[in-house]
């Protein structure tokens, strides 16, 4: 077991999917493990893994991204293929693409 601190190894980027209350006391031994940091969690937020990632001066990413993502995925790949739906009509599919791209840009530019 590796314990977190001063002598953590680093990385390109955390992923976490841990609730936000369960990584409070780590938040900010984690968040230095990384320049990029991805927090699945997306309620409430920002969580604290976010906030100290944020203040660190990561890129942080957080579950809406991975939400945003899967749209993609889905409205250009395999439209309907995950859920055995008809594809997206031209309106959904539009609408989805523009909460995609919002999410994207706030992503890569946090301020």
């Not at 976490?16 to 984690?30: C, E, K, R």
């Not at 906030?51 to 991204?65: E, F, I, P, T």
């Not at 939400?67 to 539009?94: F, K, S, W």
């Amino acid at each position: 077991m590796t314990t977190l601190g001063a002598s953590s190894p680093s990385t390109d980027i955390v992923v976490s999917t841990i609730p936000a209350a369960g990584l409070a006391t780590h938040a900010d031994a984690v968040a230095a493990l990384a320049p990029v940091v991805f927090d699945s969690v997306y309620d409430p937020w920002p969580t604290p893994l976010a906030a100290a990632a944020h203040q660190r001066g990561a890129l942080v990413l957080n579950g809406l991204d991975l939400l945003a993502a899967g749209i993609e995925v889905e409205l250009y790949n395999c439209p309907g293929a995950y859920h055995g739906a008809d594809p997206l009509d031209p309106r959904t599919a539009g609408v989805a693409f523009t909460v995609y791209n919002a999410a994207l840009g706030a992503a890569l530019n946090p301020d």
